[in-house]
């Protein structure tokens, strides 16, 4: 059985250069999926902006909204027209208080993950925190309870079971960033990898 496939002609124009889409839901993962405790769960602002520490009540007491968006992983493979339910990162930035020399975020999560992203790519007005999948609770191994979704970059931008965001002055590179992947990861221009 072959898992991925060329896009149709009516696909073609949706589909990054040097991507096959996926039949499926490919998981990929760096290390051990962590286990996160739902009694304990919490979210953390930091750096440049009000501190603030908000509760899984906190964060599903925000709006809610399905979402449909096309998925495109740096190993080459993209799934179009996947369904979310989540909360709309400029929801979220309602709460937050950043000061105005802020220009880049560091996502945190679970497990010790890390990942880099201008301010200006993070606020956009289609991105998202994913707790839903398909309807159902945003598996673990997807992410859950918790991800981000970034879908105008390449996945590793996407950090699953996100936990916080560190508001900074100047850009620093997370995770895959400091492992040879590109420092934004925008897949219409291939930025997979570094170029230093």
């Known amino acids: 059985m072959k898992f991925f496939q060329k896009p149709s002609p009516g696909e073609e124009d949706r589909v990054p250069p040097g991507q096959h889409l996926a039949k499926g839901f490919p998981v990929l993962t760096y ?24 509760s899984w009540d906190d964060f599903m007491a925000l709006p809610q909204q399905e979402f449909t968006a096309d998925f495109h ?5 993209s799934k179009l027209d996947v369904k979310w339910t989540g909360i709309k ?14 220009a880049y975020v560091m996502e945190h999560c679970y497990g010790g ?3 880099n992203i201008s301010l200006e790519d993070f606020v ?5 925190f994913a707790v839903k999948l398909f309807g159902e609770p945003l598996p673990e191994k997807h ?8 879908p ?9 079971w996100i936990n916080g965001l560190e508001f900074l002055e100047e850009d620093e590179p997370g995770f895959w960033e400091r492992n040879g992947y590109h420092n934004r990861g925008e897949p219409w221009a291939q930025e997979r990898y570094s170029s230093l």
């Not at 992983?73 to 493979?77: A, E, G, H, S, Y």
């Not at 990162?89 to 802020?102: F, G, R, S, Y």
Request: charged letters at 25%; proline letters at 4%.
């Open 31 to 54: 290390g051990e999926i962590p286990q996160v405790n739902m009694d304990t769960w919490e979210f953390r602002v930091w750096g440049c902006a009000t501190a603030k520490t908000l």
């Open 152 to 160: 105008h970059l390449y996945a590793w931008k996407s950090a699953k």
């Open 89 to 102: 990162i400029t929801d979220l930035m309602k709460l937050i208080e950043v000061e105005p020399q802020a």
């Open 124 to 128: 956009r007005e289609e991105n998202f």
């Open 143 to 150: 992410g859950g309870p918790m991800r981000l979704i970034v």
């Open 73 to 77: 992983c740096v190993t080459r493979w």
């Open 113 to 115: 993950y890390t990942t």
